[in-house]
């Protein structure tokens, strides 16, 4: 049984089903991509949880999809491939597994034509700043009717996107069953094992029995779970690669209606990820709302303003409760890197022709909630908790923030766990 339909749930279901394992899959969310509300801005306030105003405690907001796919239906297609330390640190080898996905799936940097003429202009800003900025690794194959911009991470619409879903796609294909609108509730634990799951479908209570159980509902849902199953350290301490966006109005055509974070900067010394992005158009007064009564009048010169983000390699704080209530802000030392890291993006944007009068940063957002049942405190090196047959895989294993796209990595453990669930591992 496998719990949630994001990348390591797909993957992991997907993998073991084409091996002849029999598998089941519980998806919370419905299925979208046929909807017509799909990659609008109507839609995204419909399969987000709590309507897109799901916040911590200490005010960052978090964007958490609920439907079939999980948080690929809305990110923006990055990839990045594993760090190094997974295998230095924790002896994880995942080089492999994300060598072989990058190859399946086509993923490599959009052609120069499609990155954008504002975001490449940013990209040469950083650069002759002395930032070695480089063209980001994309989950996308550009089709005929290629549409992509800030809107594309509300879902995407044109196809060239990939959606974890089509892994889902696959698993049924292979012969396993999928549950929708099904919430689990608690993992069934008799005698030190894991033995199914009880919970709800449409309203229905039902309890199903597996010989091995493997929790995917994503940072907040598998620690919430695990937590239900009596497994109370689960949520204690998270990371969220913490993101803010830094914006100026320049004197030509902004970023908006470029593909998303087509250019992207790691400075691994400071802890932090730059890279092109803006919020969509109609979410972007909404946010700036957030920040003052004076920020949502930049709405309009939207069509003329670049962003630079900041994706900050966080540390662990904070908690999610049984709940599911979130606490998490920032450190002193975070707090300390991202102003560094602000006084960065505002020379970017400058040395780009925005005009610095016109320079803000966005409210704190939370865009990978993570590190919530960590590896080597929680799960072994093959993502084992001290439970037999329940096992963990989504971004939550994570034993540090990323401050990288994450969606490449989550695939990798999750092939690397399939194999080991089929003795090859």
Request: charged share 20%; proline share 6%.
């Amino acid at each position: 049984m496998v719990v949630g339909t994001g990348p390591g749930g797909a993957t992991v279901a997907r993998q073991l089903a084409r091996a002849g394992r029999e598998v089941l899959l519980l998806e919370r969310g419905r299925e979208w991509r046929d909807h017509p509300l799909y990659g609008t801005y109507p839609g995204a306030l419909l399969y987000t949880d709590k309507h897109a105003l799901l916040f911590t405690k200490e005010g960052l907001n978090i964007i958490r999809p609920l439907m079939v796919g999980g948080a690929t239906s809305m990110f923006a297609g990055c990839a990045a491939a594993p760090l190094p330390w997974w295998r230095a640190r924790y002896g994880i080898e995942l080089e492999a597994y994300a060598t072989e996905t990058a190859a399946e799936l086509g993923i490599a940097p959009l052609p120069p034509a499609l990155r954008g003429a504002a975001s490449t202009r940013i990209a040469a800003a950083g650069t002759e700043l002395g930032m070695a900025w480089e063209p980001q690794e994309k989950f996308m194959r550009p089709t005929a009717n290629f549409d992509c911009g800030a809107h594309c991470m509300l879902g995407c619409r044109c196809g060239a996107k990939w959606n974890a879903a089509a892994y889902v796609d696959d698993a049924v294909a292979a012969g396993a069953e999928l549950w929708t609108g099904a919430r689990a509730e608690q993992v069934l634990i008799t005698g030190g094992g894991a033995e199914g799951v009880r919970g709800q479908v449409a309203g229905e209570p039902f309890v199903v029995r597996a010989n091995a159980v493997i929790v995917a509902a994503g940072g907040i849902g598998s620690a919430v779970l695990l937590r239900r199953s009596g497994l109370f350290d689960a949520g204690r301490g998270m990371t969220m690669d913490t993101t803010v966006m830094v914006y100026g109005h320049a004197p030509y055509k902004g970023i908006g209606h470029e593909p998303p974070m087509t250019w992207s900067y790691a400075d691994d010394e400071l802890g932090v990820l730059f890279s092109t992005l803006i919020d969509p158009w109609l979410m972007y007064p909404i946010i700036m709302a957030r920040k003052g009564p004076a920020y949502p009048l930049t709405w309009r010169r939207w069509g003329h303003t670049l962003g630079v983000m900041i994706k900050l390699k966080d540390e662990i704080s904070g908690s999610v409760d049984i709940a599911g209530r979130i606490s998490k802000g920032l450190t002193g030392g975070d707090r300390r890197r991202l102003a560094r890291a602000e006084e960065v993006a505002g020379r970017i944007l400058r040395r780009a022709g925005c005009d610095p009068d016109t320079i803000f940063t966005t409210p704190l957002r939370g865009t990978h909630p993570s590190g919530t049942v960590r590896i080597g405190e929680m799960l072994d090196a093959n993502l084992a908790t001290e439970i037999a047959n329940l096992y963990v895989c989504d971004a939550s294993v994570f034993p540090e923030a990323l401050a990288r796209p994450t969606v490449l990595t989550i695939i990798s453990l999750a092939k690397r766990l399939a194999a080991h669930l089929l003795g090859g591992g």
